[in-house]
């Protein structure tokens, strides 16, 4: 798919198990402005569909992942996240970065900074 002119798509699931996000954080971040809201282990069932996603929101363990400046998450890029809604004025910087051990990827695709002539 296309976001902001610019060709999307999914790497393979060996790819995405070996991959991991990094969560820098510019702001603190507490209950009041949208904390990064993981479930527990839910890395493990690989690509999920929308109906295992809401059956995992439903029984799985949500954790709220509050942060200080410079704080830094890691954590599995296949684990289901989201960021919580905001209920203040108070900023909610990060800086996410996903890093993966394969540089290269099947089926003539490319990662963006490749096609940049950055490899």
């Not at 976001?3 to 510019?26: E, F, N, W, Y």
Request: hydrophobic fraction near 35%; include cysteine; charged fraction near 20%.
């Amino acid at each position: 798919n296309r976001k902001s002119g610019v060709d999307h798509c999914q790497p393979p699931l060996p790819i995405l198990r070996r991959m991991l996000t990094a969560r820098v954080h510019l702001d603190p971040v507490d209950d009041s402005n949208g904390p990064l809201e993981i479930l527990e282990a839910s890395h493990a069932g690989g690509v999920l569909t929308s109906g295992a996603i809401t059956e995992v929101v439903k029984t799985g363990t949500r954790l709220s992942c509050f942060a200080n400046p410079g704080d830094i998450w890691l954590y599995k890029t296949l684990i289901v996240h989201r960021s919580g809604a905001s209920n203040s004025s108070n900023r909610r910087r990060v800086l996410q970065l996903d890093f993966s051990p394969d540089s290269a990827l099947p089926g003539g695709v490319s990662w963006a900074f490749a096609r940049k002539g950055n490899a």
